[in-house]
């Protein structure tokens, strides 16, 4: 029985740390962001019919970057962003929105 309590509690905290959202480092993100610029300018303030980014809360960012990965429609301009973020692992998408919320 204990053998048995000590493997559950083994795969739920294993399970916890995959779990767990990486903080992300906004200096990779620059780097990354560099093929943003087009669309959501030099200082994520957005232009024309793209959305200002700069600022935004990280874990927003994170949830709509991975939707698009995965496909999913968000927004008026799903259709030009799922091609870039098809792409991204979990690490560059945790980089890019510490950046990305770096900005001011």
């Not at 048995?4 to 995959?18: E, N």
């Not at 600022?55 to 301009?77: F, H, I, S, T, W």
Request: glycine share 10%.
């Amino acid at each position: 029985m204990k053998k048995l309590m000590l493997v559950a509690a083994s795969v739920v905290m294993a399970a916890g740390v995959t779990g767990v959202a990486q903080a992300g480092d906004a200096v990779a993100g620059q780097a990354k962001y560099a093929t943003c610029v087009g669309c959501h300018g030099a200082e994520g303030q957005g232009q024309a019919i793209f959305p200002a980014v700069a600022g935004k809360d990280q874990d927003y960012l994170v949830d709509v970057l991975n939707q698009y990965r995965a496909g999913e429609d968000v927004g008026p301009n799903a259709a030009m962003m799922k091609p870039h973020a098809m792409n991204l692992s979990d690490e560059d998408i945790a980089d890019l929105a510490a950046y990305m919320n770096s900005l001011e």
